[in-house]
T-cell receptor
Framework: EAGVAQSPRYKIIEKRQSVAFWCNPI?????LYWYQQILGQGPKLLIQ????????DSQLPKDRFSAERLKGVDSTLKIQPAKLEDSAVYLC??????????????FGPGTRLTVL | GESVGLHLPTLSVQEGDNSIINCAYS??????FIWYKQESGKGPQFIID?????DKRQGQRVTVLLNKTVKHLSLQIAATQPGDSAVYFC???????????FGPGTRLSVLP
């Protein structure tokens, strides 16, 4: 079974520029997550999708971050404009969760973003 | 605010020894916990989980203990190997929701 795919693996941009990350979850997984992991910290949830609907985006800085999962499969996360403090690894995860019980999340390798 | 934290940011153990990584959580409503292992340049990898109706769960070389009275979680790794060197995170989940809260992590270094 193929894992969660993410691209690019690395991205370096200057502040105020825009950037987009792509995620392809495990086939058949209904739930997709984007996490931000700042160096030396645990991952922090940014947004959670169930199919193509948003379940939780309470920690997403909506003035600059946006995410979509139009067809309920792939997802993109965008930052516009980027700030220095956005430098982090952006992790995508998916799970087969459909009902009330929690299922394991499987993570992709992440995209390391450096904002100069 | 509510958070999941770890007592020790770094842990060094001799190869072959047992490792114990600790985690404290503050939300008594949390009902599901996961330990993840993260190697450099990779995403977190599931190790073992435990639900709040259990006190102990064993996997291959790993054991998770849950003490709900003091809101404490631990991961025990038996016969620690060099390949176990990584950062370990505990994560808590509340009320069957899918929103996991991660702790800051403990770096485990295995000495030859």
């Amino acid at each position: 079974e193929a894992g969660v795919a993410q691209s690019p693996r690395y991205k370096i941009i200057e502040k105020r520029q825009s950037v987009a990350f792509w995620c392809n979850p495990i086939s058949g997984h209904a739930t997709l997550y984007w996490y931000q992991q700042i160096l030396g910290q645990g991952p922090k949830l940014l947004i959670q999708f169930q199919n193509n609907g948003v379940v939780d985006d309470s920690q997403l800085p909506k003035d600059r971050f946006s995410a979509e999962r139009l067809k309920g499969v792939d997802s993109t996360l965008k930052i516009q404009p980027a700030k220095l403090e956005d430098s982090a690894v952006y992790l995508c995860a998916s799970s087969s969760h459909r009902g009330p019980r929690t299922d394991t999340q499987y993570f992709g390798p992440g995209t390391r973003l450096t904002v100069l | 605010g509510e958070s999941v934290g770890l007592h020790l940011p770094t842990l060094s153990v001799q190869e072959g020894d047992n490792s114990i990584i600790n985690c404290a959580y503050s939300n008594s409503a949390s009902d599901y916990f996961i330990w993840y292992k993260q190697e450099s340049g990779k995403g977190p990898q599931f190790i073992i989980d435990i639900r709040s109706n259990m006190d102990k769960r064993q996997g291959q070389r790993v054991t998770v203990l849950l003490n709900k009275t003091v809101k404490h979680l631990s991961l025990q790794i038996a016969a620690t190997q060099p390949g176990d060197s990584a950062v370990y995170f505990c994560a808590e989940n509340r009320n069957y929701g899918q929103n996991f809260v991660f702790g800051p992590g403990t770096r485990l270094s295995v000495l030859p």
